[in-house]
């Protein structure tokens, strides 16, 4: 059973940063690619960043040089850097990978960016 855990969401004043982890189990993580998505409030969800099995990494354009995606294989962990934080980051952040053609999310954890 693939089980994905999100941590690390909190508040933040604009300009902080914080790290996000995502555990996975249930996977052999190091062959998946994995990416992390975020859901402001009232919108749709919206793909932040991936990382092949390889670690190529690819961003949106919003976060592109202020967010860090990363993979600590043996720890089975996924992780995203987040620096240069604005309000408009605000947003349920969920960690997911596609495994035999089924989309898996974790539960989210909640950033907040506000002074």
């Known amino acids: 059973q693939v089980q994905l855990v999100e941590s690390g969401g909190g508040l933040v004043q604009p300009g902080g940063s914080l790290r996000l982890s995502c555990a996975a189990s249930?996977?052999?993580?190091?062959?998946?690619?994995m990416g992390w998505h975020r859901q402001p409030p009232g919108k749709q969800r919206e793909l932040v960043a991936t990382i092949t099995t390889g670690g190529s990494t690819s961003y949106g354009d919003s976060v592109q040089g202020r967010f860090t995606i990363s993979r600590d294989n043996a720890k089975n962990t996924l992780y995203l850097q987040m620096n240069s934080l604005k309000p408009e980051d605000t947003a349920v952040y969920y960690c997911?990978?596609?495994?035999?053609?089924?989309?898996?999310w974790g539960q989210g954890t909640q950033v907040t960016v506000s002074s």
């Open positions: 249930g996977i052999i993580f190091s062959g998946y690619a």
């Open positions: 997911s990978t596609v495994m035999g053609g089924a989309n898996y």
